[in-house]
């Protein structure tokens, strides 16, 4: 069963950079097929997926977030990771790490999520 585990700073200030690890077990993170992708969802909001790494170590990002965000793995580890720089309020929301699957199209397996708030 793969499970995955969101790591990071539950408080961070304006202007820094946020930094969050996901821990997954039960499965590689360079098996082909699958990505590996972060999600947000903002307080009364919906979910937004902010970008992902893929088995080769590919990355790619919303375009609305692109210039704020990074992403990287540590295969040792078996981790990926989320840098977003510039926090500002409107970016507090509870993270998510889930796994995509190419075959089926879908995330079958997420983090339980972690809150992070931008607050001075």
């Known amino acids: 069963q793969v499970q995955l585990q969101e790591s990071g700073p539950g408080l961070v200030k304006p202007s820094q950079m946020l930094s969050l690890t996901c821990t997954v077990s039960?499965?590689?993170?360079?098996?082909?097929?699958?990505?590996w992708s972060w999600i947000r969802q903002p307080p009364g909001k919906g979910l937004e997926w902010m970008g992902g790494?893929?088995?080769?170590?590919?990355?790619y990002y919303s375009p609305a977030l692109k210039s704020r965000t990074s992403i990287s793995r540590d295969t040792s580890k078996n981790q990926f990771s989320l840098q977003l720089s510039s926090e500002t309020p409107e970016d507090t929301a509870v993270y998510y790490c889930?796994?995509?699957?190419?075959?089926?199209?879908?995330?079958?397996?997420w983090g339980k999520g972690t809150l992070v708030t931008v607050s001075s």
């Open positions: 889930a796994r995509w699957d190419q075959e089926s199209d879908a995330m079958p397996y």
């Open positions: 790494i893929d088995y080769y170590g590919n990355t």
């Open positions: 039960g499965g590689s993170i360079t098996t082909s097929g699958y990505s």
